[in-house]
């Protein structure tokens, strides 16, 4: 079936650091990808997603492009901020019967920024 | 902005009972779903919820498990008996019909199962 390899964690970086999460999926179809965060103590909140190949989705400073050839859709951030401490996660669409969907999930990335 | 509201925020339980998630989608949604996730391991796909029926359901959800949408407002999770290793955050999300395929998520339910 349908998976996503993301990025182990935890990662630690200083205020004003680049950051790279590095997400890629094995899937049958052309599914949209997706990049969710998890503030602490809080549920999961569309970062961005990107439907095609070649795509960028952007959102908060963050981006991240469908690269088909490679199948990876990597996180980057040039300049992370302590707010942006949170776990983040990659995902893809899988479509299932009945025209519904589900998302499957990386393991997820815990990014802590250091003041 | 419209939110998917989910109660309670944490319930703990002794093993053996049953249990059940609320879950209020948003009001135009059409597609509703359960996900969980165990402490420090991914999020997993439960069960989807189309049109008053189940559209497809994961290896963990067996027999325990079932969904309701009883009243056209509400979506619920019910766990017949729970055992230990039902102790996670259960996430309920919903999504439009329109073809776009961008899940909102509530802020989850943890369930403690002692």
């Known amino acids: 079936g349908d998976s996503v390899t993301q990025m182990e964690g935890p990662v630690t970086l200083s205020e004003e650091a680049f950051l790279t999460i590095n997400c890629t999926y094995t899937a049958t179809g052309y599914p949209s990808l997706f990049w969710y965060v998890q503030y602490p103590g809080e549920g999961l909140q569309l970062l961005l997603k990107a439907t095609k190949a070649d795509d960028k989705g952007s959102n908060k400073g963050f981006e991240a492009t469908y690269r088909k050839e490679t199948t990876s859709f990597h996180l980057e951030k040039g300049s992370v901020q302590v707010s942006d401490s949170a776990v983040y996660f990659c995902?893809?669409?899988?479509?299932?019967?009945?025209?519904?969907?589900?998302?499957?999930f990386g393991k997820g990335t815990k990014l802590t920024v250091n003041p | 902005e419209p939110e998917v509201t989910q109660t309670p925020s944490h319930q703990v339980t002794q093993m053996g009972q049953e249990v059940i998630l609320r879950c209020v989608p948003i009001?135009?949604?059409?597609?509703f779903y359960w996900y969980r996730q165990i402490l420090g391991q991914k999020v997993e796909f439960l069960v989807s919820?189309?049109?008053?029926?189940?559209?497809?359901k994961s290896e963990i959800f067996d027999d325990q498990f079932s969904v309701e949408r009883p009243d056209g407002s509400n979506f619920t999770l019910k766990i017949r008996s729970t055992k230990l290793e039902d102790s996670a955050m259960y996430f309920c999300?919903?999504?439009?019909?329109?073809?776009?395929?961008?899940?909102?998520f509530g802020a989850g339910s943890r369930l403690t199962v002692l």
């Open positions: 995902a893809l669409s899988d479509l299932i019967r009945g025209g519904s969907e589900k998302l499957v």
């Open positions: 999300a919903s999504r439009t019909g329109n073809g776009a395929n961008v899940l909102t």
């Open positions: 919820f189309y049109n008053n029926e189940i559209s497809e």
């Open positions: 009001s135009n949604h059409l597609y």
